[in-house]
């Protein structure tokens, strides 16, 4: 009797023990694992989705997405994908290769098309529409956490815009003039800044480009010279020289930085380093 007491005992144990890591299985399994473009999308992804999504970005923060190569591991992470969500980049010419390598047939693409730059809040917050009609698509279940969600993020990109037009105000930056990656023109515009000349890449600066660049700047007045991070570092850095100007990198995408893992936090990063830089 004890034996077969102790027999009901194990079966019971067991039985629950499956019941639970089959709950836990589950779990896991029923978020949405969304494949992203660039981590500007990854960052919304996660902000709109919470706990119903598995976000992986596929180009690194301090890459242009221009410069991708794709990797077999890329390829095995898109065939088992649901969402592959896009910015909408003209550098995203691997996605199309990428997309027949995964042959999945249960993926669907999105790109989100949202024109600009999405560090400016304004963009940012329009870039959430593009990301929730997105998840809604490939998930409509769970639409009114996803709207929800959606609400507050924009109100929490609204709220930090505030706060950064305040601040940059208050530093009086409608007087300088910067020469400037063309990548980061509209941010520093945005910002305030009067963007005197702009460049492409460092290939792009010939001599001839370097001259112009440089007596602009002198004509102008300028003391900084801004670069984009994620195509050549430091590309004006001998412009910068040439005028005796500061030579400053911003990021295009979150994770560009330290610490910078989120949209709020990439842009307070950005915009530290320019009052910094006219301190």
Not at 65 to 94: H, R, V, W
Request: hydrophobic content about 45%; proline content about 4%.
């Amino acid at each position: 009797m004890l034996k077969y007491y102790r027999l009901i005992i194990l079966v019971f144990t067991i039985t629950l023990a499956l019941a639970l890591l089959g709950s836990c299985t589950q779990t896991e399994t029923a978020k949405i694992k969304v494949m992203t473009g660039t981590s500007l999308v990854t960052a919304i992804v996660e902000e709109v989705g919470g706990n119903h999504v598995e976000a992986i970005n596929l180009v690194p923060p301090n890459q242009h997405p221009g410069n991708f190569d794709m990797k077999p591991d890329d390829i095995q992470k898109l065939s088992t994908a649901k969402l592959f969500l896009l910015q909408g980049l003209p550098g995203e010419t691997y996605a199309d290769k990428l997309i027949a390598s995964a042959n999945n047939p249960n993926l669907t693409v999105i790109k989100a098309n949202v024109p600009g730059n999405w560090m400016i809040p304004s963009i940012q917050a329009s870039a959430v529409d593009k990301v929730l009609n997105a998840l809604i698509e490939v998930d409509p279940d769970n639409t009114a956490d996803y709207q929800a969600a959606a609400v507050k993020y924009q109100q929490a990109v609204t709220n930090k815009g505030i706060e950064l037009e305040g601040k940059l105000v208050k530093a009086n930056v409608g007087g300088i003039k910067v020469i400037a990656s063309s990548r980061q023109a509209d941010f520093l515009q945005w910002a305030g800044f009067q963007v005197v000349g702009t460049f492409d890449s460092a290939a792009g600066l010939t001599p001839q480009a370097v001259k112009d660049l440089v007596d602009k700047g002198k004509a102008n007045g300028v003391k900084l010279v801004v670069n984009n991070l994620q195509d050549s570092e430091d590309a004006g850095k001998g412009i910068a020289a040439s005028l005796g100007a500061k030579n400053l990198n911003l990021s295009n995408f979150p994770g560009g930085f330290s610490n910078t893992a989120t949209w709020a936090q990439a842009v307070d990063y950005n915009v530290n380093l320019l009052l910094n830089a006219i301190k």
